[in-house]
Structures are given as structure tokens and as C-alpha cells.
């Protein structure tokens, strides 16, 4: 990211992981951390989940174009190698979305 290190205070990522393989999010998650100052935010912003127990998850999965689907458990997962998670709440309308306000570590 052709941003010097420490310079974005605020970083937002909307409803992109799922059409990342887990190098290129991690790398991603990476570049988020480099760029921000320690007391930055990160926002990891209504990603859609996947939810197998759901029907509708299942139908709507088979049918987006998001080939890297994970669960709220794996993003999580991902998000705090790198980051505090400071909040973090799901929703739903059709997909369950995931949705996290972050520090740095």
C-alpha cells in the first residue's frame, strides 16, 4: 500500500475478506497495522459469514461471487493476530455480517 508507516489514523475494509485467499487478507490485515499509528482504528465492516446451519446462507453462498468463505470464528481468528477487537457485533438480512472496531497491537 503506497501509504507511509503510521500515517492513516482511521482504516476501513467493507465486505471485501470473503473474495481474498487467507494470504491476501492476511497480507492485507498487515498493511492495515503497518499504516496505522498506535492509537488508530480499523474497522472490519459487514463482511458476509458463513453460517451452514442456514439455509439461506447456504443458498446465497452458492450463488456470490466471494469464493473465500469463512465463518464470524475464522475472522475473528485472523482479526486478533493483529489487531485488539475492541467491538464487534453481527447482523443479519439475507447474509449474517460480521462487523469490528480495531487497534493495533
Known amino acids: ?34 499504516i496505522q499509528p498506535p492509537a488508530g482504528t ?9 453460517v451452514p446451519e442456514r439455509v439461506i446462507s447456504r443458498f446465497l453462498w452458492a450463488r456470490d461471487r466471494g469464493a473465500h468463505r469463512r465463518t ?17 457485533f453481527e447482523s443479519t438480512l439475507w447474509h449474517r455480517s460480521l462487523a469490528c472496531r480495531c487497534r493495533s497491537l
Open 42 to 50: 480499523f474497522f472490519f465492516f459487514f463482511d458476509a459469514l458463513l
Open 72 to 88: 464470524a470464528v475464522d475472522i475473528l481468528a485472523r482479526l486478533q493476530g493483529t489487531f485488539q477487537i475492541v467491538k464487534q
Open 1 to 34: 500500500m503506497p501509504v507511509r508507516n503510521r500515517a492513516a489514523p482511521v482504516v476501513a475494509m467493507v465486505a471485501v475478506s470473503h473474495h481474498l485467499i487467507d494470504a491476501k487478507l492476511d497480507e492485507a490485515l498487515g498493511e492495515i497495522a503497518r
